[in-house]
């Protein structure tokens, strides 16, 4: 079977060609494949609530279930994220270190209603978690943007309580968070909420503070999510040797890192890390995310980027915007794209939402990424899934058709065109 989608005709069975063409064979098994997903957020809330409810539920049931996306490990932000309707934390009581005034109160109106809604339709789901700021009295100057984590042993301490009073309510409300990452891209100062953190730092809190508080509770921690090294003045501090590498130098930090997210310029640590460190697993955590028009160009990116996650080691593929009002921004103004987007009352499927259903409708959980070989395996993502069947994901980036060969079968692909064959 051949599922193809182009940039005016999406999700169309093809059939097999007559002719043979440029030969692909499959090499070594690698990685497992945990699974693929989106993000959870307050603004995709409020768009999918613009829906009837018939509509909503369509929306969801593609996503989710089985005969649709199956998404099944996601995220989902600890406090406030740049795509929350304003910036909070769970505690703002200043100087509350045993987090008596902890709640989740806030969650439990937009974000926790549509986690439930995906959990509900995903008997497989995962979950992972990330803060982008902490509370902001832990914090060195009293704002969500910009700044630094306030560094006393009173403070990373009540930080780790923060973490792990966020664990249990989560598992309470019957979250499957199986992964903790402490800080969502830590090289970064942003406008939007957030918090630098320097590698040696996150190695002193992991392994002095959050892992022992977290032991216990039915969650990994991963490393990040990183989003360096980024390039020119920024790259001689947030090189991979500045943050995982030199975490893992440390080996109380050591003991509790299961796993390492990387995301943006992330994506340039990847291959070191799978080099260094092939015990630790990696997963993409925000599929970058374009400029809110949704364009088919984009799309075809990020089917690349997908692909060199997969290719250097990553288990997981993770979409940013689950759903988004058409036209909306960010908290902080950033314009960006989504799986579905909301006009009038009515939804839209994106090109992305089919290239991420490209991969996660077909490959199940427990797959093997299996190396492609001959002159057009670039442009491919192989997958054995747990059956033994092989998942073929290829694009064809020229402007023509391109017949390809793959065990002994022949398929033509449209120009400038995303398939699948299974």
Known sequence: ?????????????????????????????????????????????????????????????????????????????????????????YNETDGDYEMEHFSIERDEKLLLPLIKEGVNRQPQMQMFASPWCPPLWLKTHNAYSYGVFNKTEQNLRAYALYFKKYVQAYHKAGVPLVHIHPQNEPCSNQVFPSCVWQGSELAEFIGGYLGPALEGQGVDIFFGTI???????????????????????????????KGVGYQWAGKFAVPQTRDDYPELEIIQTESECGDGENTWEQMLNIFGLARHYFRFGASAYVYWNLALKAGQPSTWGWHQNSLVSVKDGKAVFTPEFYLMKHFSH???????YIETKGEFSSCCAAFKNPDGKIVLVVYNPYGFEKTITVEGKSYTLPPYSVSTIA
């Not at 030969?23 to 613009?50: H, P, T, V, W, Y």
């Not at 077909?362 to 093997?368: C, S, T, V, Y």
Request: with cysteine; hydrophobic share 30%; aromatic share 14%.
């Open 362 to 368: 077909f490959i199940k959980r427990g797959a093997r």
């Open 1 to 89: 079977m051949i599922i193809t989608t182009t940039k005016y005709k999406y999700w169309q069975e093809g059939c097999q060609a007559e002719k043979k063409g440029t030969m692909l064979s499959f090499g070594d098994e690698r990685q497992e494949i945990r699974g693929f997903g989106c993000c959870f957020s307050e603004l995709s809330a409020e768009a999918l609530n613009d829906l009837s409810v018939e509509d909503k539920n369509a929306v969801l049931d593609e996503l989710f279930f089985e005969d649709g996306c199956n998404f099944n490990y996601c995220r989902t932000p600890i406090g406030a994220s740049d795509f929350s309707t304003g910036f909070y934390s």
């Open 227 to 257: 989003n360096g090294p980024e390039g020119g003045d920024r790259y001689s501090w947030t090189k991979y040797c500045n943050y995982l590498g030199l975490a893992m130098q440390d080996e109380k930090a050591r003991k509790y890192i």
